[in-house]
Nanobody
């Protein structure tokens, strides 16, 4: 826990955009799959998107497809999540996570599949 550090997030109006970034604090995660999860109040943590290390395979949950984009900068050892056309239902704490496993395209990981986590930062979308 705490080996990944998220930045970005905050408060935005519906229809707006936010950029999130995930960076390693103590080790390199360049060989790891990185995934973003969101947890709304009173709800379970759920996968939003992931990107693998090798070929950069990525996938998105249905509720963010076409609005969120995940990307990776191996030189900087960072993963970014660009969130566009945000909706009030996107309000949640967003967590960055890492695992050495790869995932199949079109799949969404579950929290139990991840090994390392950031502390999470909130995103609030006002209507």
């Amino acid at each position: 826990q705490g080996e990944l550090v998220e930045s970005g997030g905050g408060l935005v109006q519906a229809g707006g955009s936010l950029g999130r970034s995930c960076a390693a604090s103590e080790r390199t995660f360049s060989s790891y799959t990185i995934a973003w999860f969101g947890q709304a109040q009173w709800k379970q943590r759920e996968g939003v998107s992931f990107i693998t290390s090798g070929d950069g395979t990525s996938s998105y949950a249905e509720f963010v497809k076409g609005r969120f984009t995940i990307s990776r900068d191996k030189a900087q050892d960072t993963v970014s999540l660009h969130m566009n056309n945000l909706k009030p239902e996107d309000t949640a704490v967003y967590y960055c996570s890492a695992t050495y496993a790869d995932f199949l395209a079109a799949s969404i990981p579950i929290p139990g599949a991840m090994t390392y986590w950031g502390k999470g930062t909130p995103v609030t979308v006002s209507s």
